[in-house]
């Protein structure tokens, strides 16, 4: 069990770039895989990227692969999420979450969630 909260969210134009921060508190946050969601209205929530324990490997959806980069810092009990190239399909409110056990890419496999960061991107 984590409790996360995600923050850096904000309004911006086609091109800029943005970085969310997600904090966890407890004492167990290097022993969870985790990943970055996002969700526009009318629409399913979606895996974005995805990041190992150690940070040794790390992996995104197409759509942003090449333009968001994942890191996490054990140190701080923080990941993040680098977002360039930002476009307005990027819009959405992107949540930040937990899997205990293996790396995945689905929402099952998170137990633990944040409250969401609202990403507007404007043309």
């Known amino acids: 069990q984590v409790h996360l909260v995600e923050s850096g969210g904000g309004l911006v134009q086609a091109g800029d770039s943005l970085r969310l921060t997600c904090a966890a508190s407890g004492r167990s946050f290097s022993s969870h895989h985790m990943g970055w969601f996002r969700q526009a209205p009318g629409k399913e929530r979606e895996f974005v990227a995805a990041?190992?324990?150690?940070?040794?490997?790390?992996y995104y959806a197409d759509s942003v692969k090449g333009r968001f980069t994942i890191s996490r810092d054990n140190t701080k009990n923080t990941m993040y999420l680098q977002m360039n190239s930002l476009k307005s399909e990027d819009t959405a409110v992107y949540y930040c979450a937990a899997n205990p056990t293996n790396i995945a890419f689905m929402k099952a496999a998170f137990s633990s969630w944040g409250q969401g960061t609202q990403v507007t991107v404007s043309s």
């Open positions: 990041i190992t324990r150690t940070g040794d490997n790390t």
